[in-house]
Every structure is written in structure tokens, then in C-alpha cells.
């Protein structure tokens, strides 16, 4: 009776284990889909396709490396299910951040990694290709950084010049970044931040930012005293926030989803 009980219990887990892998899948990631259900989804609609642009760099000694990809995909997760027809891919972590001989900008700090202008586009650019050859019809750019917004227009447009008699569009949604630079700290100071607090890297506007998508990128026990440029912090972070990050969050999102929806249908 006993091994009749554990047969049938087995049986129910073996069950359910199938029927969880038929499931349609929530995940709007593509890496995280097999060839086939991508092919379905892309035939059921699902033919925006959005190209998280991140970076490894150095951000003070509060904030991880990888703050930039953490945050591209991330939000990318967010604005493909507030659009509903999108897919995230991978998130491209290596960009231009300056010269390694001698070192400038960013690359002055262990960590940062950087790659010429000409191969980011080149690395920009074939996935586009590959992207156009599986079905989709709009490819998006969306760059955390400011290193490499030019490039990502410049892609886009060679590519939609070449693309003109076809169906298929490449956009740099450089509202995504201008959100981000611009609404999120035009909020902060009406709420009485100061241009020194917010800063413009890794201070009081992308540690909030960080720590509203995932505080394990920061290291509160840093925030106790003000860093400064030597540290690779321009602004002031001791008082950043989750609760502030969120209305960085939510301007990043919105203005994103309405610039892709007004991209996508002058089509």
C-alpha cells in the first residue's frame, strides 16, 4: 500500500513538472525562450525587439560596475510589458569608455572596460541584422550611458537607409537616456535637491536610481561621507533613496514607452 501511495504521489509531480513546462512562458527576455517558442511569439506579434545598451565602468566606491547593465535590463523588462508586443535582448555590457593608452575618462578606475566606437557599431549593428532576419520588424536602441548616443543614431540610420524598401525599422530611442538626465533630476530639484547633490554620476540621481531597482548595487556603508572626483563621484549620494529612484523609474518608463509607440507607428 505504502510503495502504491509513493507511485501515485510521483506520479502527480511528474505531472505537474510536464504540464509546467508546456506553459506559454511569462519571461519577455528572449535568452530566456527556446528557438521555438520565440518563433511563436514573433508570428503572434511580438516583433518589437529591444536592445538594452549598458557599460562596465566604475561608480564610485558606493555602486557596482555593473550599475549600467543592471539598470538597461531592468528597465528594458519594464517597458517591453508596458508595450506589450516586445522582447528584451541581452544586454550589450561592453561600450566606448574611453582609451586605455593612456588612460582617460572612466578607464582611470579598475574595473571599467571599453571597446572603440567603431566595433561597438559593428557589434550594434549585426544584431540588427540578426534580429531583421528572424522576423522582427522593430529593432530599438536603448543606451544608459552617454558615451555612445551618437553611435546608436548613426546605426539606426544607415541601417534604415538600407532597410528603406523593406518593412523592418531600426530606432535610437534617445528619449530613454534624456529621461534619465534630464526629467529625473528636473523632479529631484523641485523637490529642493540641489545640481551639486544630484550630480551627474553617481550621485544623489543614479544612486536612487540604483537603489530603486536593486539595492544590492550599492554599498550603504559608503554613503557615509561625500566622495568626490578623485572617488569618481561627481555630485553627493548620502541622500539618495529607493523612494526618489522610483520617480526616476517611472519618467524613464513612460516617456521610453510613448517615444517607441510614437516611432513604431510613423511606419
Not at 528594458?76 to 544586454?91: F, H, Y
Not at 541601417?159 to 533630476?185: C, K, N
Amino acid at each position: 500500500m505504502k510503495s502504491q501511495v509513493l507511485s501515485w504521489i510521483a506520479g502527480l509531480l511528474l505531472s505537474a513538472a510536464f504540464g509546467a513546462s508546456g506553459e506559454t512562458p511569462g519571461t519577455v527576455f528572449l535568452d530566456e525562450l527556446t528557438w521555438t517558442e520565440l518563433r511563436t511569439q514573433i508570428s503572434a506579434g511580438k516583433t518589437t525587439i529591444i536592445v538594452p545598451i549598458g557599460g562596465t565602468e566604475q561608480n564610485g566606491p558606493h555602486m557596482v560596475l555593473g550599475k549600467h547593465n543592471v539598470r538597461a535590463k531592468a528597465l528594458s523588462e519594464k517597458i517591453a510589458r508596458a508595450l506589450g508586443n516586445a522582447l528584451v535582448a541581452p544586454v550589450i555590457a561592453y561600450v566606448p569608455e574611453g582609451s586605455t593608452s593612456p588612460a582617460t575618462g572612466h578607464m582611470r578606475f579598475p574595473g571599467t572596460i571599453t571597446v572603440p566606437n567603431a566595433t561597438f557599431e559593428q557589434v550594434l549593428e549585426s544584431a540588427a541584422r540578426s534580429f531583421k532576419a528572424h522576423g522582427f520588424r522593430d529593432v530599438v536602441f536603448l543606451g544608459d550611458h552617454s558615451s555612445y548616443q551618437s553611435s546608436e543614431k548613426a546605426v539606426a540610420d544607415r541601417l534604415d537607409r538600407e532597410w528603406r524598401a523593406t518593412p523592418v525599422r531600426a530606432h535610437a530611442v534617445l528619449e530613454y537616456y534624456q529621461a534619465a538626465e534630464a526629467s529625473f533630476p528636473r523632479q529631484l530639484r523641485s523637490r529642493g535637491y540641489s545640481d551639486a547633490e544630484i550630480g551627474t554620476h553617481a550621485g544623489l540621481a543614479d544612486t536612487s536610481l540604483a537603489l530603486a531597482i536593486d539595492p544590492r548595487l550599492i554599498r550603504t556603508d559608503q554613503l557615509a561621507s561625500k566622495p568626490d572626483a578623485a572617488a569618481g563621484v561627481h555630485g553627493d549620494p548620502r541622500r539618495a533613496s529607493a523612494e526618489l529612484g522610483q520617480l526616476g523609474v517611472d519618467a524613464i518608463v513612460a516617456q521610453t514607452v510613448a517615444a517607441i509607440n510614437n516611432a513604431t507607428a510613423r511606419r
